[in-house]
């Protein structure tokens, strides 16, 4: 079955035709050509996958295209505020080393923020590690992970995002 | 993923009449566990009808003495919500252990209870507080719902809508959970109520069931001491790669005592 679907992805309104069983992540980078959404597992369980839809976590290869009608769409080609300015959690990986081979980074990345967000700006070491359940690397030991997360929170703070 | 027909219906009403005469067609609402179905074709639904956008079907309310969540009101609602928080703490705590952030960002009570996991967590504080499980045809007593593994008392075609709690004067839930996939390894649900004690145990068998043995020595003295002696029979219980029937009959006595303490904090 063929459907239109219209959504708005990094505050740019989008629309296409998919099947129905077209999954989010498949329409982000299949359709719209957004590579930067990963697919590490494609059974819901390591979250390379994370978007934000309408503000939230979702893993997007769990998601039907369909699913996100009428949604905000953010997805890490969406963070950086400009071409040479990177969101605060994104600096926050890049000083603290948090990333070797890079794959499951996006998703780590757009995790944390919502982490962030939903602690309000509150994390402790503890925290940060429970909530990371949904993300796998299989590079880093998830330590600098921790730190980046940690480093970010109040900087996502007194930059206001 | 074999294609199907999609659907999203504004209303209950418009749901059951999509799924109405059509036996292949199932119906979606977090799709956290039939997307991955679907994916696996192991499920092959002519029609799936998307519960996301009746909004009537989310949401949490107290009603005299019960809380009252919607089908499709997500895990994380669930975990944060102020009323479940102050009338019914040990579900929000069950809430909010169920798989990752993301996963509770999606996933429904509504979809957990009708899919009827073995593993799953709501199926224990269904049974253990006695709810009641309201469909678009009627109402459904906890102790006759669940009927097997992913088998449930729900008829062809129909839905959750809600699901009603009563408060109970202590609960607590305890999980051992599979450090992979986070559902329950074995999972107790303990609850003390007016009219005595229930202790409702997930993960270790096809589907939850009730300790009576338990139930009637804590309803003497609800404290861990009083049910350290009793021990769950490992037959017909759940052996596979992440344990054996005696490993987890040996764990429903640990997470029953630990649950107990729990609730008495
Ligand atoms: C990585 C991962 C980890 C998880 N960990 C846990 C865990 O620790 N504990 C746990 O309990 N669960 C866990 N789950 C399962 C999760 O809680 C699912 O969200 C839940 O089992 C199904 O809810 P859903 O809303 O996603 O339902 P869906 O996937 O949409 O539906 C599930 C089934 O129920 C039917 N259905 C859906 N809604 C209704 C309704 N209102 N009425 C009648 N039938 C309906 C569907 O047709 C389908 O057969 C995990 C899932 C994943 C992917
Ligand atoms: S690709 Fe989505 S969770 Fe792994
Ligand atoms: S950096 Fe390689 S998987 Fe995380």
Redesign the interface.
């Known amino acids: 079955m063929t459907i239109s679907v219209a959504m708005t992805v990094n505050g740019k309104s989008v629309s296409g035709k998919v099947e129905a069983r077209t999954l989010l992540v498949q329409f982000l980078r299949e359709h719209l050509g957004m590579t930067g959404t990963h697919v590490g597992c494609d059974t819901s369980q390591c979250g390379a996958c994370v978007v934000h839809v309408d503000g939230q976590s979702v893993k997007s290869c769990t998601m039907l295209a369909v699913q996100a009608e009428g949604a905000k769409v953010t997805t890490i080609e969406g963070l950086a505020p400009s071409a040479d300015k990177l969101h605060p959690m994104q600096e926050a990986f890049r000083d603290n080393h948090a990333l070797q081979c890079g794959f499951c980074t996006p998703g780590m990345v757009m995790s944390a923020i919502d982490m962030v967000k939903r602690h309000n700006y509150q994390l402790d070491e503890a925290t940060v590690r429970r909530e990371l359940e949904g993300n796998l690397c299989r590079c880093t030991g998830y330590h600098n992970i921790v730190k980046a997360i940690l480093a970010a929170a109040p900087a996502m703070k007194s930059a206001g995002v | 993923?074999?294609?199907?027909?999609?659907h999203?219906p504004k209303s209950v009403a418009d749901a059951v009449a999509l799924l109405k005469g059509k036996e292949e067609a199932r119906p979606m609402s977090g799709?956290?566990t039939l997307?991955?179905t679907?994916?696996q074709r192991l499920a092959k639904p002519s029609d799936?009808v998307?519960l996301?956008g009746v909004k009537e079907l989310a949401g949490i309310k107290v009603e005299g003495g019960n809380v009252v969540i919607g089908a499709m009101t997500k895990h994380?609602d669930v975990a944060t919500s102020a009323d479940v928080k102050a009338h019914i703490p040990a579900l929000a705590d069950l809430a909010g252990h169920i798989?990752?952030?993301?996963?509770r960002?999606?996933g429904t009570i509504g979809g957990s209870v009708a899919n009827a996991d073995p593993a799953a967590d709501y199926p224990a504080a269904v049974v253990a507080l006695n709810a009641t499980v309201t469909t678009n045809t009627g109402k459904h007593a906890a102790d006759g719902f669940f009927k097997g593994l992913f088998e449930t008392a729900l008829g062809e075609g129909e839905i959750i809508t809600s699901i009603s709690f009563p408060k109970p004067e202590k609960a607590a839930y305890m999980k051992f959970p599979n450090p992979?996939?986070?559902y329950a390894m074995v999972g107790v649900f303990v609850a003390k109520t007016a009219s005595g004690v229930r202790v409702a145990v997930t993960g270790a068998g096809p589907s939850v069931f009730r300790v009576k043995a338990m139930e009637e020595a804590l309803s003497k003295n609800f404290s861990s001491d009083a049910i350290k002696d009793i021990k769950v029979p490992a037959t017909d219980l759940n052996s596979d790669i992440h344990g054996s029937a005696e490993y987890r009959a040996h764990l429903v006595g640990v997470m029953a005592r630990r649950a107990v303490d729990k609730a008495n904090k």
């Open positions: 993923m074999y294609d199907f027909a999609y999203r799709g956290m997307i991955p679907l994916k799936v998307d996301g994380g798989g990752d952030p993301q996963v960002n999606r992979a996939s986070r």
